[in-house]
């Protein structure tokens, strides 16, 4: 037979396709075999030839099998090794790593079982620097592997897979982990007819799809074989994640977005023959990038390579295993051991409670030491033993230190934290025995619930906390398990379809209890634990507390209707659809509160929902009648619709839209309205945000948000989690602020309102509405605590305190309390977090990321309290203000926070990796005592100065290669990071300390001053400048008079030079510390003295100590003697003496304008840039400023700009034509100050040119601002401005001190040395003023400090500090005032100084140089514009309620932008438009305050036929002759007031008011011309006011041409009658709760016209008519009634006819009377079958009937009667 041909003579090498094990030639499964025939070569044409060409053709194109196969009766010896690598793409910095190398012998047994034996493994760890560093092995550790590889493991192996794994029983999980690693190289799946395919494919990191390239050598029968893994890719990963249940994943984000990727490849070289093919040689590289900020440069890498080759075969066979074979599974990964240890330095466990014994001996002895690092170590030390100890041992050491009350709590937190079944079965029994206090257990409840592990065995156990008697009695205590029983439902279903119904019972039971027992609190409760569980199983549940789905809910708290929505959000996460359709329905119920609708839609839009349904919800909102659900869910859906988070993408976009379906009209709604107001940020370059999102819930019946709930929500990677949520509920507060016990139902109103609602058909009062609180609080999404306050609460609380429940005895036994002292020391230990991710290597070990913090709170207190005179029996909360207190106090507090962070090997064998060490410790001492005389107003405080040393906070953190095993856990391996030579750099640009080359629009942007001043490098010690290898530094500040100076000390090894990155930033060697040190003087400080003296007697106190100690403060004296000696004392003349001087110098210096610039950013010896005050300058900026903001200044002008795109500084005040000589005009085009027609050209200037008016300017000058530069200021407004810096006037002159300061340090033989200040007020009318002097108490000392402070007007705030000698040397002054920028309202805040510390000057260069980048960021504007030198301004203008805009300038840059939304509207009075408020009585300062609490208060006006109500909805209305009217009334069950009116027949213009309040009848109406007033029926006599003598108070006077009626307590803040005018005000706490003419004042404009049965009116004429009250037709001057209607139009449906009645009575004359006018109104009707019985005999009204036709009637408004027949 001819040898067969090569590809080459065959041509193109293609493949005949074939299925593996089944062949094409018959059916017995068999494969032909492909043994290579030639092809026919004889010329001949028969049929038979022609086929067995075809045939052997074909077969040739089949490929050789190319799976490995071991053959019966040998061995195949392989040499192994694999080495797992940890390090950065930097070689030259440290690494880790571990190699282990062995032979391997395999052999086949049958046909498919094979046998595995691993001989000779060596480990070796490698720990420094490669390659100077190289592996060195662990021989004892090598010989405890080789004891558990002794045994041969068998396999079965099937055409290149590896199936089910057998090993020993007694096998540890790490050999057989390491022997699946040598299987993993063996597993290889060939296609025949493919040399490239896809598939996925099963191996130890499980099931992830796989790349295969073959390349067949036939020709020396011999084929490689490359395969590649995409280890982000797989349907089936091995994985497991702890500590990360509240992390919620997002599967459809991009695999970009993984700070984790993953891939290996393995090449095979295979050799076949006849007899099969072997495996010669296997190599594998797996490679992990782990990039925690998702930087490219800033990824560690984990590499992990394998290489299997073929040394030989030996005879005979391995022999069959001695020991029994388990099966363990595939080559899937088993996680097991590695488990249990954290990642913290590995521990060997040989007798866990001796080594728990003398684990929390050493712990609580470090801790008492002062070593609270060392604690901190055996703490977590503690926690990794007890997982591994048993419930005996547990209960042994338990025994052990019950009594010792030092270690009780690092026990407790201990077991809190380890989480195993056993220590929550220990504490499940402890608590049982009643072991632990109800604060123990108040505080390792939910700690041990939080970190406990979630399984059958620890959920039994929970379930039995449910009914433990001891938790059922503490209501704290109940509420917490119930909680953290839900939690741990939640983090056991997590990742199951279906959740175990009886998981669920205990939560359902106890919601079905509650509802049964009408427990609200059960209820609550109940549904909470529901929500935490969040199982869609308990759905039907929840849904039996909403009306929308049970009628029986109705019933139910408006709060249990809310917690029932907010329990469904976290089903929301397992079934979107079905929760989205239940919210939707709730949102979409109308009869359901306001507040309950609110947090529906805050569900709905958690669920995510789609584009359709967002624009179906906002469709809804074009008709909804409440204006507090529209606004919410506008405000909602506008948040979103901003968002930048890409996991909210979808709904982002889809919230885009459908917002572009509202008009503007809800984004103009008030504070009055509910929002939403979140504040957001996402990094694309790093994948991580976080969104804080605050919903402001109002009700009817608040002004304020009555629900508001605030939550945080963090974002990274392709990850979310809830950070942290808290909520606040409020109902019924405003009772709180009122006037108690007034017995409104005992008066004569009470019972007149309750008779009147009989008469309004419908009418009914309001439900009571109890004061309520309530709050939660959720963590990581989970509801940890809630807490509900009402008054029964507060009186049980006192009750279990007092036996009492008035206030009187808690007051006295807190006081008691206080005296008894405090002595004692607290400690809390908390595991903060335990977060890891393993995923497995190819080598069979696995690979970790581990993070792991402690935090230990500690204080020590030793506090003695003696009260004087001694609290007695018959003790008055009022006695306090009588009393002398002494308290002696030592006071330590300190706390301490460490965190470890691995990423490498971590198993309880050996670790290998990088780890992570960060701490953080605070201490301090106060040591103090301290007299407090209430009676003098005295107040004395003494301690002691400092004598030692003491690090009050630090900060440092720390990263090492580490090895550790487990036979050698002594002698660990641990290396810095950083070589001990020099880093090399790569980049090409060094860099210096304190410099960088920023961008362009940095350096343009910065002042020319600035950036000189700031070139200036810092002081301090730097090494490896190039490579910011090292720095330190050290700041340190003196306070020589009180004995001490504090220092900070930093220093930083990093390798940042490398790579610029986060990662590498975090790699670095940091500290820092803040220390208290003593300073040594020359005389010893005995003690530190602060004594502060309030009242009359503050003038004597600094005489007294100014005397040193004589007898003259005790002394009387005459008040003129005391003022001049304190001003002698502190050297008032001295200082306006100064001042005086100073003035006229700085005077005669502006005149001559030689000015030196010295100003807060000013170089030395700089001339100064400026002419006079009217001169002229240009800006030095050219082209577009950075970002798009230009186009909305370009959009404000609306004439032609002249010159270049920036703008001239031109003026339109003045007339002379100057300019400075040391400035360049960059614009193109001079311009005279007084050329007006350019000025009137510009008739929108530029934002920052315009000119800011204050409101005390009566002027009109132009708009544009005359740029000038001068160390003065520069218009008449900046002389008031700078003459606050230096007006001599002292207020002692005319008041005596209010308060006097003392602090000084008393030495032993030495007269005492400190400082002094005195505080003076004086509160004139329209002017306030405050004034502080300090000085040092030593006489010679001539350094003062002088601060002045005043309110002009109430529209101008100034203020002045200057210190120094005679308080000359520093000045900085402010100002805040009001006025207009060009026709806006505004505020400016200016800042001026003269020279300040040069700490100062240095901190503002630094802070100048950020603010250009930082303003370019947050998109704002820049122009370098010259400005007065020693000057900063903010205008803030508000253009619209919504908007506003901002200009900051400084000397050389000018910051500005436009329509800035704001996060609220600001109220402006309604009906006035923002720009036509007039500058001069826009005063900020008396209107802000006032304009904000006249808002809050509701205003009704009835003038003429014009009637504002309280909502702000204006109608016109004719009110029918002499029939009162409801204008107003208190609808709350309390039915305080009554306000009637009524037209007069006299004149249209005329009306009568009648006020009902308390036993009073008011009336109020025009006779003769003259308004009289009666009360209760008598005439009132003329000399007003008129005050009432009850328990409420009401005073009536005169006011302009009327009467002023006010009762505050009552809740009428003012009625004002003139006879045509009537107004009403009512306090802001009646929000909600009137009713009447005015309206509900709930601010529901839509729902305005509300009769008194709750029915909307048609038009404001029937809304008018429904409140009048009808009379008796024989007494009453009223001939009107109510009365239903049939419709005087015949009506027919489907062609039946119909007769149709009004829904809601109409007006109409009584009986006897004939309308002489009538009005047309729009009433709804309800129509029935003709013959139907339904008639109006009888009928009052129809309102509960279906409204069929809104049709037009007649509505009598005027009648004449006859003579009625009335009884006698």
């Known amino acids: 037979m001819n040898p067969a041909p090569s590809h080459s003579e065959l041509g193109s090498s293609s493949f005949v396709p074939s299925h593996r094990g089944e062949g094409w030639w018959g059916s017995s499964g068999h494969t032909v075999p492909s043994h290579r025939f030639p092809l026919c070569t004889s010329v001949t044409f028969s049929m038979k030839g022609l086929i067995l060409a075809l045939v052997l053709a074909l077969v040739e194109g089949q490929k050789q099998d190319l799976e490995p196969v071991f053959h019966m009766g040998k061995t195949y010896l392989y040499s192994y090794e694999s080495i797992i690598m940890h390090g950065l793409p930097d070689r030259s910095l440290a690494t880790a790593g571990l190699r282990l190398t062995s032979k391997v012998e395999i052999s086949r047994v049958s046909l498919s079982e094979h046998l595995l034996q691993i001989r000779s493994p060596k480990l070796e760890e490698h720990n420094g620097f490669w390659p100077t560093d190289s592996f060195t092995p662990s021989s004892r550790l090598s010989e405890t592997i080789a004891a558990c590889l002794s045994q041969p493991f068998k396999f079965e192996y099937t055409e290149g897979r590896v199936g089910s794994i057998f090993a020993p029983v007694d096998c540890p999980v790490l050999c057989t982990n390491l022997a699946r690693g040598v299987l993993n190289m063996l597993q290889i799946t060939i296609k025949k007819t493919q040399n490239v395919y896809e598939l996925q494919e099963a191996g130890i990191e499980g099931m992830c799809q796989t790349r295969y390239v073959i390349q067949d050598d036939s020709t020396n029968k011999r084929a490689t074989v490359s395969k590649s893994k995409d280890l982000t890719d797989c349907q089936d990963k091995a994985v497991r994640n702890l500590g990360m249940a509240y992390v919620r994943p997002c599967p459809t984000c991009a695999l970009k977005a993984r700070n984790i990727k993953g891939t290996v490849t393995f090449t095979y070289k295979i050799r076949y023959d006849d007899s099969g093919a072997s495996l010669t040689s296997a190599m594998s590289d797996q490679v992990y990038q782990i990039s925690p900020f998702n930087e490219p440069n800033g990824a560690a890498v984990v590499e992990a390579r394998q290489e299997l080759s073929l040394v030989g075969t030996k005879r005979p066979p391995l022999s069959e295993p001695t020991v029994q074979l388990q099966k363990q599974g595939s080559l899937r990964y088993h996680f097991s051991g590695e488990l249990l240890q954290m990642p913290i330095p590995l521990l060997r466990i040989k007798n866990p409670d001796l080594q728990l014994t003398e684990t929390l001996r050493q712990l609580v002895q470090n801790n008492e030491k002062g070593a609270t690092k060392e604690a901190s170590a055996k703490f977590l030390q503690m926690i990794q033993l007890f997982r591994v100890a048993t419930l005996d041992q547990i209960e042994s050491l338990w025994l052990q230190f019950v009594n010792e009350l030092p270690y009780r709590p690092w026990f407790l937190s201990a077991i809190c934290a380890a989480g195993a079944t056993d220590t929550f079965r220990f504490l499940k029994q402890t608590i049982h025995d009643k072991k632990l206090n109800i604060w123990e257990a108040a505080v390792t409840l939910p700690l041990a619930f939080h970190f406990v592990t979630p399984n059958k065995k620890t959920l039994e156990i929970a379930s039995s906390f449910l009914t433990c008697p001891e938790i059922q009695k503490v209501l704290m205590h109940r509420m917490i398990v119930y909680l953290g029983y839900g939690s741990m439902v939640n983090k056991y279903c ?66 249990i209707h809310v917690d029932a929505v907010l329990a469904l959000r976290k089903m929301a996460r397992k079934d979107p659809a079905k929760v989205r359709e239940l919210t939707l329905q709730v949102f979409m119920d109308s009869t359901l509160a306001p507040n309950v609708r609110m947090v529906a839609c805050v569900v709905l839009f958690e669920t995510k929902p789609a584009l359709p349904t967002v624009t179906a919800l906002a469709t809804s909102l074009l008709t909804e009648p409440s204006l507090q659900v529209a606004s919410f869910a506008y405000s909602h859906m506008k948040t979103l619709a901003a968002g930048r988070i890409p996991q909210l993408h979808k709904l982002s976009a889809a919230c885009n839209i459908a917002i572009k379906l509202l008009g503007p009209r809800l984004d103009r709604l008030s504070y009055r309205y509910s929002k939403v107001i979140q504040i957001s940020d996402y990094s694309f370059q790093y994948q991580a945000g976080a969104i804080w999102r605050v919903y402001l819930m109002n009700s009817p019946s608040t002004m304020f948000p009555s629900d508001i709930i605030t939550k945080v929500r963090g974002y990274y990677a392709n990850t979310a989690m809830d950070i942290i949520e808290v909520a606040f509920r409020s109902q019924g507060l405003t009772k709180l602020i009122r ?17 009147l609602g009989k008469s309004l058909l419908g009418w009914k009062e309001l439900p009571p509405e109890d004061p309520l609180v309530s709050a939660y609080i959720k963590v990581f999404g989970q509801e940890i605590a809630f807490v509900d306050i009402d008054k029964d609460a507060i009186q049980q609380m006192m009750m279990s305190l007092t036996g009492s429940s008035d206030w009187q005895p808690v007051v006295k036994k807190v006081v008691e309390e206080v005296q008894r002292g405090i002595s004692g020391q607290w400690t809390l230990p908390v595991l903060v977090g335990e977060m890891r991710h393993i995923v497995p290597t190819i080598a069979g070990l696995p690979l970790e990321l ?14 003695d309290v003696n009260v004087s005179p001694p609290v007695s029996d018959n003790f008055k909360p009022s006695q306090l203000w009588e009393t002398k207190t002494d308290i002696h106090a030592d006071i330590r507090p300190k706390a301490y926070f460490h965190m470890i962070a691995m990423m490498g090997i971590n198993t309880q064998y050996l670790q290998s990796g990088f780890e992570y060490h960060a701490e953080f410790s605070a201490n301090t001492t106060m040591k103090f005592d301290a007299r407090i005389n209430m009676k003098e107003k005295n107040l004395k405080i003494e301690t002691l100065p400092c004598h030692q040393e003491v690090e009050l906070a630090a900060a440092r953190s720390e990263v090492y290669a580490i090895s550790r095993n487990m036979e050698e856990v002594d002698s660990e391996k641990k290396s810095q990071i950083f070589p001990k030579g020099e880093i090399p750099s790569i980049s090409d640009q060094e860099s210096t300390e304190g410099s960088s080359k920023p961008g362009s629009w940095k350096q343009s942007s910065m002042p020319n001053v600035i950036s000189k001043g700031y070139q200036q490098g810092p002081e301090g010690t730097h090494h490896n400048n190039a490579g910011r290898r090292f720095y330190a530094r050290s700041f340190c500040k003196k306070f020589e008079s009180l004995g001490c100076s504090t220092c900070l000390s930093l220093k930083s090894r990093n390798s940042a030079s490398l790579r610029n990155t986060y990662l590498h930033e975090l790699y670095e060697e940091f500290e820092a510390k803040i220390i208290l040190k003593p300073v040594h003087t020359d005389a010893d400080i005995d003690k530190i003295q602060l004594e502060v003296q309030a009242g009359p007697k503050a003038a004597s106190k600094i005489i007294g100590v100014s005397s040193s100690g004589s007898k003259e403060e005790g002394e009387a004296a005459p008040y003129e003697d005391i003022q001049a000696k304190l001003k002698k004392i502190l050297g008032i003349e001295e200082v306006f003496m100064a001042a005086n001087k100073t003035r006229r110098r700085t005077k005669r210096i502006n005149r001559e304008y030689k000015t030196e610039d010295t100003g807060l950013w000013a170089e030395p010896r700089i001339p100064h840039l400026s002419s006079s005050s009217s001169s002229s300058a240009a800006s030095s900026a050219d082209g577009r400023e950075p970002g798009d903001h230009h186009r909305k200044d370009e959009r404000r002008q609306s004439g032609k700009e002249h010159g270049s795109s920036s703008s001239s500084g031109s003026s339109a005040g003045s007339t002379a034509c100057s300019s400075s000589s040391s400035q360049e005009d960059h614009s193109g085009d001079r311009h005279c100050s007084g050329d007006r027609e350019y000025s009137n050209q510009q008739a929108n200037p530029p934002v920052y040119q315009l000119l800011f008016k204050p409101a005390d300017e009566q002027d009109t000058g132009g708009e544009i601002l005359n740029i000038s530069i001068s160390s003065s200021s520069s218009s008449a407004s900046d002389e008031d401005f700078s003459g606050v810096m230096s007006q001599p006037e002292f207020l002692g002159d005319r008041k005596p001190p209010i308060l006097a300061a003392v602090l000084r340090a008393i030495y032993r033989n030495k007269q005492p040395t400190g400082l002094q200040l005195v505080l003076y007020t004086d509160t004139q009318p329209k002017r306030w003023r405050i004034q502080m002097f300090g000085s040092s108490i030593t006489g010679p000392s001539r350094w003062k400090l002088c601060a002045d402070a005043s309110v002009i007007n109430y529209r101008k705030v100034s203020g002045s500090l200057k210190w120094g000698k005679n308080c000359q040397d520093y000045q900085i002054a402010t100002q805040i005032a009001t006025g207009q920028f060009a026709a806006y309202p505004a505020m400016q805040m200016k800042l001026e100084w003269l020279k300040v510390p040069s700490i100062i000057r240095t901190t503002a260069r630094w802070f100048y140089s950020f603010l250009p980048g930082a303003a370019y960021l947050l998109g704002f504007s820049q122009r370098q514009q010259l400005s007065p030198s020693h000057q900063a301004t903010l205008v803030l203008a508000l253009t619209s309620p919504r908007t506003c805009d901002v200009v900051f300038k400084l000397p050389e840059l000018t910051i500005y932008d436009t329509a800035i939304s704001l996060p609220l509207p600001v109220p402006s009075h309604p009906g006035t438009a923002i720009s036509a408020l007039p500058s001069s009585g826009w005063k900020v300062f008396s209107q802000a305050t006032l304009s904000l609490i006249e808002s809050l208060k509701g205003h009704c006006t009835a003038f003429q036929n014009k009637i504002t109500t309280f909502n702000g909805v204006v109608f016109n209305y004719s009110m029918p002759v002499n029939c009162y009217h409801v204008l107003v009334q208190d609808c709350s069950p309390e039915l305080k007031f009554l306000v009637m009116v009524k037209r007069l027949e006299e004149s249209a213009d005329l009306t009568a008011v009648n006020v009902r309040i308390a036993s009073h009848e008011i009336d109020m109406y025009v006779s003769n011309g003259l308004i009289q007033l009666k009360i209760n029926g008598v005439q009132a006599p003329k000399d007003l006011p008129y005050t009432s003598n009850t328990a409420a108070s009401m005073l009536i006077g005169s006011e302009k041409k009327g009467l002023t009626l006010k009762a505050p307590d ?6 004002y009658y003139d006879g045509q005018r009537l107004e009403i005000q009512v306090a802001f706490w009646m929000a909600g709760k009137t009713c009447g003419i005015c309206g509900k004042y709930d601010a529901e404009i839509e729902r305005e016209y509300q009769t008194p049965s709750g029915y909307l009116a048609k038009d404001a004429v029937s809304f008018g008519h429904s409140w009048i009250i009808s009379e008796d037709p024989c007494t009453g001057a009223c001939k009107l009634q109510h009365k239903l209607v049939k419709s005087e139009k015949p009506l027919s449906f489907e062609k039946a006819a119909e007769k149709c009645f009004s829904v809601e009575p109409v007006l109409r004359c009584v009986k006897g009377c004939s309308a002489t006018q009538t009005v047309s109104v729009s009433v709804g009707f309800h129509c029935v079958p003709a013959d139907s019985a339904l008639s109006l005999d009888g009928q009052l009204r129809l309102d509960q009937k279906s409204e069929d036709v809104v049709s037009s009637v007649s509505a009598h408004t005027a009648c004449s009667c006859q003579q009625q027949a009335c009884p006698a």
């Open 1610 to 1615: 009552y809740g009428i803040d003012k009625i």
């Open 739 to 755: 006037k108690q016990n007034i017995p409104f139902s005992e008066y004569d109103t009470y019972k007149t309102l309750k008779e």
């Open 850 to 863: 581990g993070l792991c913090g402690a935090v230990v709170a500690q204080a020590a207190a030793d506090v």
């Open 494 to 559: 997590a990742h199951a379809l279906l959740c175990p119904s009886e998981l669920l019972q205990p939560l359902h039971d106890l919601a079905s209890e509650a509802t049964s027992k009408g427990d609200a609190k059960d209820m609550s409760l109940a549904l909470k634990a529901m929500g935490n569980a969040g199982e869609p199983a308990s759905i039907k549940r929840i849904l039996k507390f909403l009306p929308t789905f049970s009628a029986a809910a109705a019933s139910l708290p408006n709060r």
